[in-house]
């Protein structure tokens, strides 16, 4: 783990770039919920460095969604006493329902093109470059550049709901 906690810290951080600044959930404490997972992942087969970090976004864009979920479903009056990261991370309401729903247009884009959907999870979520997304996904980095801006476009158009 010490080995290669600076590069999942790093991830954190470009995760917690992007959300409000009213949100509180540390980087260590992404870390640290995304190790917990890890460790979860007995069965796991690691192709390479890039493969590793490939899972390690998915599953820190999952922790995120499940916390903005828990904070959408606490502000209309659910969940009384649920207190992992909650106790140390709030999220502002309107922030988790933009990321519910950038989650919800992903799974639509996935069902459309896994593709473009897989190229979003690894730039955005998991702030790979075009060069190491292109090998995790053994494509040509023209072909993510070209299918990354056509997925962008569609995601905006979705989440704006236009």
């Known amino acids: 783990m010490p080995l290669i906690e600076a590069e999942l810290r790093r991830l954190a ?3 917690m770039r992007r959300e409000d600044s009213t949100h509180t959930l540390q980087t260590t404490a992404l870390v640290n919920e ?3 997972k890890l460790v979860d992942q ?3 087969k690691w192709q390479n460095r890039a493969h590793f970090y490939a899972v390690a976004a998915q599953l820190m864009r999952r922790i995120l969604i499940d916390h903005a979920r828990r904070n959408i479903r606490n502000k209309r009056g659910g969940g ?3 207190i992992p990261l909650d106790d140390v991370a709030i999220v502002s309401q309107e922030k988790s329902r933009e990321l519910v729903a ?3 247009a992903l799974t639509r884009l996935a069902e459309i093109d896994p593709m473009k959907c897989k190229i979003v999870e690894l730039r955005h979520f998991g702030g790979l470059s075009v060069k190491e997304t292109a090998e ?3 494509i040509a980095e023209i072909t993510v550049m070209r299918h990354w801006g056509l997925a962008k476009t569609w995601l905006r ?3 704006r709901g236009t």
């Open 157 to 159: 158009r979705e989440v």
């Open 136 to 138: 995790v996904l053994k």
């Open 102 to 104: 950038l989650d919800e």
């Open 34 to 36: 995304l190790y917990l």
């Open 80 to 82: 009384a006493h649920d």
């Open 42 to 44: 007995r069965k796991a």
């Open 13 to 15: 951080r470009n995760y």
